[in-house]
């Protein structure tokens, strides 16, 4: 019996999970040319509703107005980076752990955009 198998078995019979240190999941060359075509559509997409206006909503009576084009652009480059962080930073066959951190980094990303936009949001505009 090989000492791998060795360490699996006496794990077993005690109960405790086998190590994993050095184990990496083997993606695909396929999958990686899916994520490529996607990331070279998604990037065809947004270059083609760049030349396309797609209108304004105002909201309510504040003046406050959605413009769609950056709302379009901006969803399409968050799925673009959802693609590249989970498949070609491999978060996701990672830990929890390392999940836990990306997704930490990405609430903090939030915060500083929540706390910029709250600043942005509450100044006088027009009023000085």
């Known amino acids: 019996m090989s000492e791998t ?3 699996i078995n006496h794990a077993h019979k005690h ?3 086998p190590e994993h240190d ?6 695909s060359p396929a999958i990686y040319g899916l994520i490529l075509l996607a990331l070279l559509v998604g990037t ?3 270059v083609w509703v760049s030349y396309i206006d797609l209108g ?3 909201l309510f009576d504040t003046g406050f107005t959605i413009f769609w ?3 379009v652009a901006l969803a399409i ?3 673009k980076m959802t693609l590249v962080v989970l498949f070609f930073m491999h978060v996701k066959y990672s830990t929890k752990l390392t999940k836990l951190t990306v997704l930490s980094g ?3 990303f939030l915060a500083l955009i929540g706390m910029t936009l709250s600043d942005y949001v509450s100044r006088a505009w027009g009023r000085w």
Do not use: L, W, Y
Request: proline share 4%; charged share 20%.
């Open 77 to 79: 480059a968050c799925t």
């Open 69 to 71: 084009n950056p709302v």
């Open 22 to 27: 050095n184990e990496h999941h083997i993606v």
């Open 106 to 108: 990405f609430f903090i």
């Open 44 to 46: 065809a997409i947004t």
């Open 15 to 17: 109960g405790d999970e």
């Open 5 to 7: 198998n060795a360490k």
């Open 56 to 58: 304004q909503t105002r």
